[in-house]
């Protein structure tokens, strides 16, 4: 009676190995402050996801949802005051977004914010300020956002490559909880690019403060994923060995 095993070869074993050291890192917390946010050294551009519903309304009290194919958590409705952090027309001002009729009562972890076309090209640099609140009604002063998981758009590079001198500035202040993005040190030109954070905390409360008319705000979901035991469940198949009894 003999016994075989039938492994992944040396070429697939290469593979795979290729295939996660290419895998993008976690994202770091977004901490301090600086001139130009970094671009990541794997840029995926914008992140598999589905942005807010867009209201009809821009000023006063508006609602915005997800729905299905968001992950299970962001499916449902959240309620906003303040006008709308978007467009042209829109009016700046503050935003202040309420979470507790999503499923878990508050954003969960793992949300995207995307800052669009935050530059200089307004009459004076375009900026955002956000603030973050737990379920207590309290500051989180932790860092809660991400560095940059992914850029879109179109830079000041060659053939619209986007360049580290256009990303915005930003400041977080560990003491209030306060982020703080600028286009004051965009230089090159007028890009257009939007840059996805993730968030690394549930928030139950979110506050927006848009300056300029032109920069955008948005939230967006992650789509759901496959249930465990579709594509991890082939990966685990692809690795394991096999064992053939051969009669004689």
Do not use: K
């Amino acid at each position: 009676m003999n016994y075989h095993s039938a492994l992944l070869t040396g070429a697939g074993l290469a593979a795979l190995a290729t295939g996660l050291a290419t895998a993008p890192a976690a994202a770091a917390p977004l901490t301090g402050n600086g001139s130009n946010m970094v671009i990541p050294t794997i840029n995926p551009g914008a992140p598999a996801n589905q942005a807010r519903a867009t209201p009809t309304l821009v000023t006063g009290g508006w609602t915005s949802s997800w729905t299905s194919p968001a992950a299970a958590a962001w499916v449902g409705s959240f309620s906003v005051s303040g006008p709308i952090p978007a467009g042209s027309t829109n009016p700046t001002g503050l935003s202040r977004y309420v979470f507790n009729t999503l499923p878990t009562n508050v954003l969960p972890t793992g949300t995207f914010f995307r800052l669009g076309d935050l530059d200089g090209g307004s009459a004076t640099a375009e900026a955002f300020e956000l603030r973050a609140f737990d379920s207590a009604g309290g500051a989180i002063t932790t860092a809660w956002l991400s560095e940059a998981v992914g850029v879109a758009g179109v830079g000041t590079g060659t053939a619209g490559a986007i360049l580290p001198n256009n990303m915005p500035s930003w400041d977080f202040n560990s003491t209030t909880g306060l982020y703080t993005f600028t286009g004051a040190t965009v230089t090159g030109g007028n890009p257009s690019i939007s840059v996805y954070m993730e968030s690394l905390t549930n928030i139950a409360t979110l506050e927006v403060f848009r300056a300029q008319a032109f920069a955008n705000f948005s939230l967006h979901a992650p789509l759901s994923v496959p249930a465990p035991g579709g594509a991890v469940a082939l990966l685990m198949v692809g690795l394991a060995p096999t064992v053939r009894r051969r009669r004689g």
